[in-house]
């Protein structure tokens, strides 16, 4: 018996010898789970990874990070039959990392995120698609900024439209939410960008970081210029005046004393240049009514402008601009303002309200263009030489270089414009003829009031 005994007693310790053995090394798994991940080894680094989302999740934050990485790779070119796996492993890396490091992840990012896996890969039915990424923006709109992701939500949101699921109002209302997010986000990454812009336009070099921080912002007003051209094109045929003007009848007389609606409605049709029909006097006056705003001082505005009255446009458009607290619309209208003023010959007015414009939508790059064609519409008047009134236009296509890098919708016309500038200005002759060296400083006067550098050509 006592034989027995010590040999189960063996038995006993020996299998405990080899469960310890067989027990994960955490921090051996990950360093050899990241070496492969870094190097993109994604077949060596896979297994490692299943150890470690078996035994060790909350271990290390990068697990999730590399992870990430990998199961996107695998989702994009497994085999077709080996595609659905991994997204559906991807998604669940975004929820154990939401989970087991809830303080360092984003939790509207990560929906999105899971949105867009469940979207690329045909998961779910189109509502489910959506439901996930309005849980992201209604829980954490602050860190859904993904410029690809906000494309896909609002293309998800048009599909169902298309389909009879969703009302043509509520395409509408997201459109809204995103373009708007869009826009912030533009404005955010055009503050980054100007003084850096406006460092290497006065011959400053960059250092590295600042040099990377402009890069960046550069790359992500392409991204969300691209994003937003796409979604109004989403947008299509579905908010032209046909449209429009129907739908805001027929909602009308029951929606007359809602004042979001009414503001969103009169925002639309005077967007879409639809203020000739009568619906949109009716949606000003009620709005005007119910609660007079800056908003309704900018219809009051067109409206005065369609009659022919512009000194009463301009005092609507003033009063619009001090009562206005969203600086995107406070921006377009001074954008207005300036129209006006620049319409009239009034170029230093104009100047001052583009510039308003620019100071609450840095990445408002038509304004720098129509700077630029101001100051090349002076050429003539400003300037105490054939030459420097000719130096004007490198000041003219300065400002147009700067329109195409604020918001790269317009890169292509502006770098035309300003090509055609530099091409009125003086040449390497010319400066050669002059006697002013390169790099030197020409003042510009009357309204203009500005230096520019002579270019090194």
């Known amino acids: 018996m006592k034989t027995k005994f010590l040999i189960l007693l063996s038995g006993i310790f020996l299998s405990a010898g080899v469960a310890s053995a067989q027990e994960v090394d955490c921090n051996t798994e990950l360093a050899l789970f990241s070496q492969s991940a870094k190097i993109k080894d994604y077949k060596a680094a896979k297994p490692h990874y299943e150890k470690l989302i078996k035994n060790c999740q909350d271990g290390n934050l990068a697990l999730y990070q590399y992870g990430e990485r990998m199961l996107k790779h695998f989702a994009k070119n497994a085999p077709e039959g080996e595609k659905k796996a991994s997204a559906e492993a991807l998604i669940e890396n975004y929820k154990l990392r939401l989970k087991n490091f809830p303080s360092k992840t984003e939790v509207g990012a990560t929906y999105a995120n899971i949105g867009e896996a469940m979207y690329d890969n045909n998961m779910g039915t189109k509502e489910e698609q959506l439901a996930m990424f309005d849980k992201a923006w209604k829980e954490d709109k602050e860190s859904f900024k993904d410029p690809r992701a906000l494309y896909v939500y609002f293309n998800i949101m048009v599909e169902l439209q298309d389909t009879g699921k969703k009302e043509l109002q509520d395409v509408f209302n997201l459109y809204d939410e995103l373009i708007k997010k869009i826009e912030e986000q533009e404005v955010y990454r055009a503050k980054q960008a100007e003084p850096l812009l406006k460092k290497q336009e006065e011959g400053e070099k960059l250092n590295s970081s600042d040099a990377r921080t402009l890069k960046n912002s550069e790359i992500y007003l392409s991204n969300f210029s691209k994003i937003k051209a796409g979604i109004n094109g989403l947008l299509g045929e579905r908010a032209d005046c046909d449209n429009l003007i129907p739908l805001y009848n027929k909602d009308f007389d029951a929606k007359k004393t809602n004042v979001e609606w009414l503001q969103r409605a009169a925002k639309r049709l005077s967007a879409k240049d639809c203020t000739d029909d009568p619906i949109f006097f009716k949606l000003v006056e009620a709005l005007h009514t119910a609660e007079p705003s800056a ?114 919708s317009i890169q292509s016309n502006a770098s035309q414009t300003a090509s055609s500038y530099r091409g009125r200005a003086p040449q390497k002759s010319d400066i050669f003829q002059e006697g002013v060296e390169e790099g030197s400083t020409i003042k510009i006067g009357c309204w203009i009031g500005e230096s520019v550098r002579v270019p090194s050509i």
Not at 336 to 363: D, E
Request: with cysteine; net charge positive; glycine share 6%.
């Open 295 to 408: 908003k309704s001082a900018l219809y009051l505005g067109q409206l005065a402008a369609k009659d022919g009255k512009s000194a009463k446009a301009l005092e609507y458009y003033n009063q619009s601009a001090e009562l206005e607290d969203n600086n995107l619309d406070k921006a377009r209208v001074y954008m207005k303002i300036a129209g006006n003023y620049k319409a009239k010959g009034s170029f230093s007015t104009a100047r001052n309200y583009y510039k308003k414009a620019l100071n609450f939508q840095p990445s408002l790059g038509v304004a720098y263009l129509q700077i630029a064609s101001m100051y090349a519409s002076s050429v003539n008047t400003c300037g105490d030489s054939a030459f420097n009134k000719r130096a004007v236009y490198w000041l003219a296509a300065d400002y147009a270089d700067r329109a195409g890098r604020v918001d790269p």
